[in-house]
């Protein structure tokens, strides 16, 4: 394990389709972030985990919105009936400690809605 | 919650020069304050970080330093090469996580 890894890199989908996205942290994190990333802008948080509790929610992430982490490992987030607007790239990162400790981030997953 | 504004947008330098790059942030309780560099279409990488307790830091070619009072903290690049060029973000940690900025992108022309 060499790093954060994320699957798919890019999703093409169709406005009101659901997708679904997975971050695989690096092994032995216990922190797990998701951000959204817009061109020209930095990456903006979106939810974190410590082990599976799921711990913040920005007021960014609205109900068609959601994310788990049920073994304390790998994360999915899913958005369910896709907007033009949700087109973004989405960064996983992970950490060993709190939001003062260095955060990896993976390669993340481009989502284009048409 | 936490807001942090970022300058320039753009920076464009020749080889050998130096790059400054200039943050502020709102929340007074922010303790913790890294800086990403993005290459194209790669992932952000930590290049240097700093934490409130500390004024400055230094890294090889890469500098850091933080002004509590002022609320605000700057990224010094010395010796600039163009393998420097990317984005760079600074961040704040606020309560429990990082709030970006809109991020820099540093050009260095050989």
Redesign the interface.
């Known amino acids: 394990d060499t790093g954060v890894s994320q699957d798919p890199r890019h999703k093409i989908t169709k406005r009101g389709q659901n997708v679904t996205f997975r971050c695989d942290p690096i092994s032995e994190h216990n922190r797990l972030y998701w951000y959204r990333q817009t061109l020209g802008q930095g990456p903006e948080f979106l939810t974190y985990f410590q082990n599976e509790a799921q711990l913040e929610k920005s007021r960014l992430l609205s109900d068609r919105f959601s994310a788990e982490r049920p073994k304390g490992s790998f994360s999915t987030l899913e958005i369910q009936r896709t907007e033009q607007g949700d087109s973004a790239m989405y960064l996983c990162a992970s950490s060993l400690g709190g939001a003062d400790h260095e955060q990896y981030f993976g390669p993340g997953t481009r989502l284009t809605v048409t | 919650g936490e807001n942090?504004e970022?300058h320039p947008s753009t920076l464009s330098v020749q080889e050998g020069d130096s790059a400054v790059i200039k943050c502020t942030y709102s929340d007074s309780a922010s303790?913790?304050f890294?800086w990403?560099k993005q290459e194209l279409g790669?992932?952000?990488?930590?290049i240097i970080?700093i934490?409130s307790n500390v004024g400055e830091k230094k890294d090889q070619r890469i500098a850091v330093t933080l002004n509590k009072t002022a609320k605000h903290f700057s990224l010094h690049i010395t010796e600039t090469q163009p393998e420097d060029s990317a984005v760079y973000?600074c961040?704040a940690?606020g309560y429990?996580?990082?709030?970006?900025?809109?991020?820099t992108m540093l050009l260095v022309s050989p």
């Open positions: 942090v970022q303790n913790y890294p990403y790669k992932r952000p990488q930590l970080d934490r973000f961040a940690r429990s996580t990082l709030t970006f900025g809109k991020g």
